[in-house]
């Protein structure tokens, strides 16, 4: 339920049994940097950025093309997240990015990569063991948000090609088999218009939006997760 490294390490020290991912796994893949480093290693498409502190960023986002999209590298749930459609706008919105980054995540680093305005977010719902087994449960759809917060979750996604759905899931199990993960969990993309589709970010932890998958599969993920926590395997 803590996407926190620290907390879930202070917890094993404790002789507390984890119930979530490794804290390895996660601090690889809840941070939006090194998960794109990863996925762009493994040949998952992956959105172009630059990364570094909001004094740093400025110089190195000359000559990207507007509008751009900064975002915490540590964060979610839409905290450290602006939209620039200005350069005039940029060194603003860079200070203001990290100051929410630092205050709810601890972490300053930003990262920029170009916004598109109309796309599609299809997220992918993992399961993974302490054996090496990695699943899939299809996909959600969460395009409808407000505030960068998901409001309405669709299973499976109706607007995307079963050649795109079948890429994704792929590349889902993919990536959670290369970081080790053993847990539940979600990688999500953004697919474009023309059905092209990029990498997000994955969350390392149960998420609200559990439940829609579950009514489509007829799984229990809790007790997924429950069971991978105590060395069973799937």
């Known amino acids: 339920l803590s996407e926190s490294p620290a907390f879930a390490r202070r917890c094993i020290d404790a002789g507390i049994t984890w119930v979530g991912p490794s804290p390895e796994a996660m601090e690889l893949l809840s941070n939006k940097v090194s998960s794109g ?18 004094d740093e960023l ?3 986002c000359e000559g990207m093309p507007y509008p751009l999209l900064i975002k915490a590298a540590s964060g979610g749930g839409g905290r450290g997240m602006k939209i620039v459609r200005d350069s005039s706008e940029l060194e603003r919105q860079l200070q203001a990015a990290a100051f929410e980054a630092q205050s709810y995540f601890g972490n300053a680093t930003l990262f920029v990569t170009p916004y598109f305005e109309r796309v599609r977010h299809v997220e992918v719902q993992i399961a993974a063991d302490r054996w090496g087994n990695v699943v899939h449960l299809f996909d959600r759809e969460c395009s409808i948000q407000r505030r960068y917060q ?47 589709y990029y990498f997000l970010e994955v969350n390392t932890r149960i998420q609200v939006e559990h439940p829609v998958s579950e009514l489509v599969t007829g799984q229990d993920l ?12 799937l």
Do not use: H
């Open 222 to 233: 809790i007790k997924w997760q429950i069971k991978v926590s105590a060395g069973q395997p």
């Open 58 to 60: 400025p110089g190195r």
């Open 150 to 196: 998901k409001i309405v979750e669709e299973a499976p996604c109706i607007s995307v090609s079963q050649s795109v759905r079948k890429r994704m899931m792929t590349d889902a199990v993919t990536l959670a088999r290369k970081a080790g993960y053993d847990s539940v969990g979600t990688v999500e993309f953004i697919v474009l218009p023309s059905g092209e």
């Open 37 to 54: 480093r990863l996925a762009a290693s493994l040949g998952i498409p992956t959105i172009p950025n630059v990364t570094g502190s909001a």
